[in-house]
């Protein structure tokens, strides 16, 4: 059974809701996010709440040193995403040297 179908499936079941695709996760790592956010301004990276299209939960535009995040992200998402986005070494040494 390919996954839509099985989704179409239990949709229409009523036994069970349908998986989510991110697991909302404990919303208490917000001084830890704070730190960073203020690492990553020492070095000329904002951090910004803007829309996002589809499922992304958040971008990097290297051109304007942005990292913009989904409105509503929870606090360990938001504090995880800039260890995922492609900054250059020294930005990447800011926010590895709080861990």
């Given amino acids: 059974m390919r996954w839509w179908e ?11 809701p349908s998986p989510e695709f991110f697991t909302p996760l404990p919303d208490d790592e917000w001084e830890r996010y704070g730190l960073v956010v203020t690492a990553l301004a020492e070095e000329e ?5 803007r829309r996002m ?3 992304a939960q958040s971008y990097y535009q290297p051109s304007t040193e942005i990292i913009a995040l989904r409105p ?12 995922h ?3 250059i ?8 040297r709080l861990e």
Avoid at 6 to 15: E, I, K, T, V, Y
Avoid at 45 to 49: E, G, K, N
Avoid at 72 to 83: I, R, W
Avoid at 89 to 96: G, K, L
């Fill in 6 to 16: 099985w989704r179409r499936q239990l949709a229409g079941s009523g036994d069970k």
């Fill in 45 to 49: 990276v904002r951090v910004l709440t």
């Fill in 53 to 55: 299209v589809g499922a």
């Fill in 72 to 83: 509503g992200l929870d606090s360990h998402c938001k504090f995880l995403v800039p260890f």
């Fill in 85 to 87: 986005v492609d900054l």
């Fill in 89 to 96: 070494p020294t930005q990447r040494a800011s926010i590895t």
